[in-house]
């Protein structure tokens, strides 16, 4: 039995997730803990009443004894690198809620945990729904020439869906480095086109109308989909799969980190002007990062 715990309940992810996971035999959700980002006191035990949760730690390292993973959920990224810490110094498997981190250091300390061989895992919904996977698997043998990929809403917090999106397609097997990005344009939705090692050029649309949307163009044919799978489910099975050691995640931390990188270099094309590519490896550990802290207090206020 993979016994799980949830720490921070801001978003409406713990709530959608802890009902199919309590639908499989072989995981139980064990404890829960929030650190009232967002929720007000004595959400948590509300929290757990209502999804059958047996217990409710008064402090995150209190949770450590009593599961195997921890989801770390909270919707400050800032704070992910804080609550992974302890966890992984206890040797316990680690999910980080998208975005994994906002800012370089932070994903260097999760790099580096896993080198030291922490099993830290994250990310995206996207990543492991069923249209993606299709693709993936249709573009088999295939060399990639261009990916379109779109998403609504923000920048960060949504437009992370859509960079890992395009990893998924792409697969660990055949992953290229991001090389640099250049911001395209503002009309409606920021445009950044990512430039990769081995030729493949991708165009991510952020804050587009609608929903989340791929195509793709290789040497053995073209492949598009409009994703409206139940994509929390496949993220979920892909998750237990990984911890309960039946097949690995579909990205490792480098490709995790990666996709937080080309984001930061596309806001940092914005700043320098429209057309002005940036290399992924000029991003510096002490440079700016998208802000967690206020990032949360305007979500605390439109759930409020």
Known sequence: MLKIGIADLDTSHPGRWV????GWDSVAVAACWDGGSVRPPGYARQFAAEHNIPEVVPALADMIALVDVVFVQGCNWDLHVERVR???EAGKGVYIDKPLAG???DLLQLKAWAAEG????GGSSLRCCEEVKRMHAQSQGSDLHTIFASGPNDFFNYGIHVIE???GVIGRERSSPAVAVTHLGSHG???LLVDYANGLQVVLELGAAGGFFLSVSGGNGRWSATVDSDFYRALLQDVVAHFRDERPFPA????LCEAVMVLLAGRESMRRGRLTPVRVDELRADGPGFDGHSFTEDYRASVG
């Open 103 to 105: 800012n370089v250091a």
């Open 252 to 255: 490792d931390i480098d490709l």
């Open 165 to 167: 999106m395009v990893q």
């Open 118 to 121: 922490a099993d830290i895992i």
């Open 86 to 88: 302890p966890f992984v």
């Open 189 to 191: 939705s920021e445009r």
């Open 19 to 22: 009902p199919i996971l309590q």
